[in-house]
């Protein structure tokens, strides 16, 4: 049941009735049942006085009744709320941190040393974005995600960190620390949303990914020793 008040006298009539008064005149309509000629029947006019005295003037209050039980109203938009992990793994690469920066930075390269990333394009119109797929077989099933990623202002020789536009929601940072003057260390940071489809492995997902994230520095490092330009002497 709601109740609106609006301007002119009253008092609190209980049930889906109207209390109107004016000038010692009181007139209490209860609506009945609306026929197919649009006619209602006028029940219980009665004069009382006790409304004005239990209200101030000015004041008309509705007693409106609301169907709670209809379907569209017991029914409500339920959206479960996703398990956010973090992973962090670090390594250090035997290459100066230029390179191993200028390495990381070629997104279009990353397959060829992270092992669950399949493909990466970057967007023509579009170079600070790029889209992934990633593709793996864990947990006893096979595993496809894709999203669109933009690269955000990087920092030369320090820092390249992203975030996912739209698809498998996720960011991270690839930080980079000299180590004298042939070699740096590498951490990467990765934060995503457990998809609904890896939710009943959640607790293992975070150390599983986090060993191939490892693995994947491992084989960077190769990588970026061989992309170092041999040096002359």
């Avoid at 005149?25 to 209602?40: C, D, G, V, W």
């Avoid at 209809?70 to 670090?90: A, G, I, N, W």
């Avoid at 970057?122 to 593709?135: F, H, I």
């Avoid at 490892?214 to 041999?230: D, H, M, T």
């Amino acid at each position: 049941m709601s109740t609106i008040a609006i301007s002119t006298p009253s008092s609190s009539i209980p049930g889906p009735r109207i209390c109107l008064s004016g000038d010692a005149q009181l007139m209490i309509f209860r609506a009945t049942s609306y026929s197919n000629s649009k006619s209602y029947s006028k029940l219980n006019c009665k004069l009382s006085r006790k409304c004005l005295r239990s209200k101030p003037p000015n004041q008309l209050l509705f007693k409106i009744p609301i169907n709670t039980s209809s379907k569209s109203s017991s029914k409500r938009l339920f959206r479960p709320v996703m398990e956010s992990q973090d992973c962090t793994v670090k390594m250090e690469v035997d290459v100066p941190v230029s390179v191993a920066y200028d390495c990381y930075l070629d997104r279009e390269a990353i397959p060829k040393w992270m092992p669950f990333i399949s493909t990466v394009k970057v967007l023509e119109d579009k170079p600070d974005q790029s889209r992934w797929t990633l593709k793996y077989k864990a947990f006893g099933r096979d595993i496809e995600f894709s999203w669109l990623a933009r690269n955000l202002q990087p920092i030369p020789n320090q820092k390249i960190h992203w975030r996912s536009l739209e698809g498998l929601p996720n960011s991270g940072a690839v930080r980079f620390y000299p180590r004298g003057t042939s070699s740096c260390l590498v951490e990467l940071t990765v934060s995503y949303e457990v998809p609904q489809l890896l939710a009943p492995v959640a607790s293992a997902l975070q150390p599983f990914l986090q060993s191939l994230l490892l693995r994947g520095l491992e084989r960077f490092s190769k990588y970026a020793k061989s992309c170092q330009p041999e040096s002359t002497n």
